[in-house]
């Protein structure tokens, strides 16, 4: 339990820890003095910021803690609950703790704007989301990062940065518009379920060991491999997917505030497009 839990196992990686204190000093001065020397917007809600820096704990937890050391080298489990950090959690953090502002100030830069409209439209930000994370757990792809460490960090990082695409479609727009109809939204992280729920399926359902460099891994906590890695299936399946249906729900609700205030104010709801 101690080479487990023990200080030695946590992942003091410089690279990880410089990143993440970058982004944080780069968010805490693009929502404090550029905002005021730009005049670039309002100021960001403590709540928005909070989110952010809840976005860069959770990849903390996910490169840092123990949870990092026991996944390369122990428990499949352990290694999937770190992709769920990276994927589920902290991106849409992220995107939620971006001023609103930040999106409109983006689509000044016509070449960054036409890349961005292009990559955010929901059909593609689903196939680039959806397609990352199939593509690398492909059994090959999945142990060939197990066992290269600068095939890892790539691995970490498309999963992060198609992670921000896959999200962007549901928490922001580009630019983003308070008035934008939202039921495609909901139909969009509904269909997001499917892909994820189908991956988990073949893995918790699979009746062989799929990653060889786990069935090869000394037994932890008295978990056999076939069990370690239907528990990381269930771990894919049942976390990601309720995270899918809050976030429906609460888009679901939005939308509907927002119909139930244009009714009061003599408007009609707007037809809902996915642009």
Known sequence: MSLLFGPGSWAWEPSVLIGLLATSVGYAVLVGPLRRRHHSGERVPVGRQLCFYAGVLSVFVAMVSPLDTIGDEQLFSAHMAQHMLLTFVAPPLWLLGLPAWMPGLL????????????????????VIFNGTMWAWHVPFAYDAALRSEPLHIVEHL???ATAVIGWWPVIQSWPAADDDPRPWRILYLFLSTFPCTALAAVITLSPRQLYTFYANAPLQLGVSPMLDQ???????????DMILILAALIVGNRWLADQTGRYAQGHPPKVATSE
């Open 107 to 126: 689509a000044r830069r016509d070449r960054l704007a036409r890349v961005g409209v292009r990559l955010t439209r929901p059909a593609v930000a689903f």
């Open 158 to 160: 498309t999963f992060m």
């Open 230 to 240: 239907q528990v990381g299936g269930l771990l894919m399946w049942l976390p990601a």
